[in-house]
């Protein structure tokens, strides 16, 4: 199994993943944000030059497991750990 590392997206965290397994979000190095979200987190069409520079950055898996408990409430404020 080939293993890689990098840094979460989510909380910067060092750890080691799979390539072909990690859950990756994409993000625009220009503004740190993912194309298409603007800096007060609102929604605007992708432009395509966005798109194209942007890459995948791997999340770790408690961020994934977070965000995942997140859609689930449907309330990020919800603390369940
Ligand atoms: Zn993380």
């Known amino acids: 199994m080939a293993t890689e590392t990098g840094r979460c997206y989510g909380c910067r965290r060092v750890f080691t993943f799979d390539p072909a397994e990690v ?3 994409l ?3 220009e503004t740190g944000r993912p194309p298409g979200i603007t800096a007060l987190g609102s929604l605007r069409p992708a432009t395509p030059d966005a798109v194209a ?3 995948d950055e791997p999340v770790c898996p408690d961020c994934v497991e977070r965000a995942e408990r997140w859609r689930e ?3 990020p404020l919800h603390r369940g750990w």
Request: proline share 8%.
């Open 23 to 25: 859950t990756t979000f």
């Open 27 to 29: 993000v625009d190095p």
């Open 53 to 55: 520079r942007s890459v």
């Open 73 to 75: 409430t449907g309330n």
